[in-house]
């Protein structure tokens, strides 16, 4: 399974997702200054499972209905990226074909 770590998230995250083992790339390395469509478009090209902060992805993908391989929404006021690490870990591998909403105490799971 691979990952694209969006910029929102930072590199020092998508480092822990390597050091533990994932394929998971920077958004920021890939593509610097690009619009959310344009990293969607990225990741299912490259057939990689987003992770973000940021909403517009959940608008992207349901209202737009714009496909994509899976998406994890990290909704957390912890900005540490260990701590977003260890709030998503558990839900990596079970990340295909869904939309991931995390948060402290909540995941809300759907199927794209």
């Known amino acids: 399974m691979k990952f694209l770590v969006?910029?929102?998230?930072?590199?020092?995250?998508?480092?822990?997702?390597?050091?533990?083992?994932?394929?998971?790339?920077?958004?920021?390395?890939?593509?610097?200054?690009?619009?959310?469509?344009?990293?969607?478009?990225?990741?299912?090209?490259e057939e990689r499972i987003i992770i973000t902060n940021d909403k517009d992805f959940g608008e992207l993908v349901f209202r737009s209905r714009r496909t994509a391989i899976g998406v994890i929404l990290i909704r957390t006021s912890a900005t540490d990226s260990k701590k977003r690490f260890d709030l998503v870990n558990d839900?990596?591998?079970?990340?295909?074909?869904?939309?991931?909403?995390?948060?402290?105490?909540?995941?809300?799971v759907r199927r794209l």
């Open 91 to 108: 839900m990596l591998s079970k990340a295909e074909g869904k939309f991931i909403v995390v948060k402290e105490g909540q995941v809300r």
């Open 6 to 45: 969006d910029a929102n998230l930072g590199r020092k995250f998508t480092e822990l997702m390597k050091h533990a083992g994932y394929d998971a790339v920077f958004a920021k390395d890939l593509m610097p200054l690009s619009r959310d469509d344009e990293i969607l478009a990225k990741a299912e090209s």
